[in-house]
């Protein structure tokens, strides 16, 4: 599906209409009840999987779950068993694209200026594949986070840059999808999303 690029006008004003829906699809998810979070996690790692699994092993770049987030762990060490290489996101500075530090499961672990859970060792690595949290989002793959807009740093840095853009899975729940979440300049969308109820393409992939 060809992505529709942001406007520079809305209706709305857009920063309140996204406060609003980050709050309101945030608050749904902490809502849920433990058996239906394990089951949405269970069946997004499944769907996940799925389209991971003709790609030769690559350097996957994944968060840290917080706020009732998908949980990739079990999911990323059974590829490094398989020969990937894994890493998280790490916001070394305010305001800047983030870097990447590599992690497998017995990484000893500090937290980021947010409370995050990061890879205490600053061993760094530029991945292939990153998995992007979505609080919200639509299905020209646009997506609200948590407000920082360091994965739309990130990417853009990449875009040209030094090192090829990485491809951008958006992973979420189903509760956060909206008919537009109103992008603007500044927004990236990813390149293919995950939820409990599939995964799908969005962009074009390069390989």
């Known amino acids: 599906m060809p992505t529709v690029p942001p406007s520079a ?24 009840d433990p058996t239906t979070l394990a089951d949405i996690n269970r069946r997004i790692e499944s769907h996940l999987a799925t389209l991971l699994a003709d790609r030769s092993p690559q350097t996957l770049a994944f968060c ?20 990937w290489r894994a890493a998280m996101p790490v916001v070394a500075q305010p305001a800047a694209p983030m870097v990447f530090r590599a992690w497998t499961p017995d ?12 890879p205490a060792a600053d061993v760094r690595v530029e991945p292939d ?38 491809f951008a899975i958006g992973v979420g729940f189903e509760l956060g999808r909206v008919a537009s979440i109103h992008p603007e300049a500044h927004d990236i969308p990813v390149d293919a999303l995950v939820t409990e109820a599939g995964a799908c393409c969005v962009g074009v992939d390069s390989g």
Do not use: W
Not at 136 to 161: E, H, M, N, S, V
């Open 64 to 83: 840290a779950p917080v706020k009732n987030e998908f949980d990739a762990r079990p999911l990323v060490t059974r590829l490094i068993a398989q020969g």
């Open 129 to 166: 594949i990153v998995l992007l949290p979505l609080v919200a989002f639509d299905a020209c793959g646009y997506r609200i986070g948590y407000g920082g807009g360091y994965f739309d740093r990130t990417l853009a840095q990449r875009i040209p840059g030094p090192a090829p853009r990485p």
């Open 9 to 32: 006008e809305h209706i709305i004003d857009s920063s309140v209409y996204r406060a609003a829906l980050r709050a309101e699809r945030l608050a749904a998810r902490l809502a849920l």
């Open 107 to 118: 990484a000893a672990m500090s937290t980021d200026r947010h409370g995050i859970p990061i």
